[in-house]
């Protein structure tokens, strides 16, 4: 269940977060804390998006999907698929979900739907809680990518369930401010120090793309990580953009909108030169 998940998530990396030095959360500044890295602002994108919109959209992805479903095509892949031991069904599932995320990703960082994603990078102090926030879109494209997977492989229910649970989990910790030198794994999984450098806001933003396996970065040529620095600052790039859930919620429809008027603009400003 949701709720049991995100209290898990959070004794979790409270724990981590004390194991690896901030002391900050036994001072009594926690509160000033809480305010600084909206944390009622992710809580409030988690509720909305696993307990309001969640139904809603696994609906809208029962009925797009539903074409897919069936075919002899389809059920070779999923008997192929199906006679894999099961932890090499699970490693499989684990790779192309990671990689069909890496691809919806990317297509969110394009000019169109960006507004939609940047809410995801509005967090300007990163911790595990940044994972989780979305914009409901955002979440309607997360969960489309996830069940076409599923449909077009044909995984098991548990194989399906225990891939989520590791993302969702895997999400929190890649967003957590520790860190964790590991080598040469970096070149393998995301860890937090890698996946930072997706969140600086200018053009680094666009690297670093997967969510597990940092060699699928590698592999696209979007591999972003140097070893001399730590990334420092996040956030959307505009020091203007709203930070509460409402304000957010509306965001990508307002910057849409701007789109739209600017073109038109445009449009008129040359038709009045070019006259009648």
Not at 139 to 155: E, K, N, S
């Amino acid at each position: 269940m949701p709720v049991i998940d995100i209290a898990i998530a959070a004794l979790i990396f409270w724990a981590v977060y004390l194991a690896f030095g901030h002391r900050h959360l036994l001072r009594p500044d926690l509160r000033a804390l809480l305010r600084r890295t909206h944390v009622a602002t992710d809580l409030c994108h988690w509720f909305a998006n696993t307990v309001l919109f969640a139904p809603l959209w696994a609906a809208v992805g029962a009925i797009l999907l539903a074409p897919l479903a069936g075919g002899d095509a389809l059920a070779a892949l999923h008997g192929a698929v199906r006679v894999l031991p099961w932890a090499a069904q699970l490693a499989l599932a684990l790779l192309i979900f990671d990689l069909a995320a890496y691809w919806r990703h990317r297509l969110m960082h394009s000019d169109a739907l960006w507004p939609v994603h940047e809410v995801h990078h509005s967090s300007t102090h990163l911790n595990w809680l940044s994972g989780i926030r979305n914009h409901p879109l955002n979440t309607l494209a997360i969960h489309l990518v996830g069940a076409a997977v599923i449909v077009t492989f044909g995984f098991a229910p548990d194989i399906a369930a225990i891939v989520g649970l590791i993302r969702f989990y895997w999400v929190c910790f890649v967003h957590s401010d520790i860190r964790l030198h590991l080598g040469p794994l970096n070149y393998v999984i995301v860890t937090p120090d890698f996946h930072r450098w997706h969140h600086v806001p200018d053009g680094i933003r666009h690297r670093n793309y997967a969510g597990f396996f940092s060699f699928i970065d590698l592999a696209f040529g979007t591999f972003h990580f140097p070893r001399d620095r730590r990334a420092a600052i996040f956030g959307p790039g505009a020091a203007d953009y709203p930070q509460q859930y409402p304000a957010q919620l509306i965001a990508p429809f307002r910057a849409w909108a701007r789109t739209l008027a600017h073109r038109a603009g445009r449009v008129l400003a040359t038709g009045d030169r070019q006259g009648p």
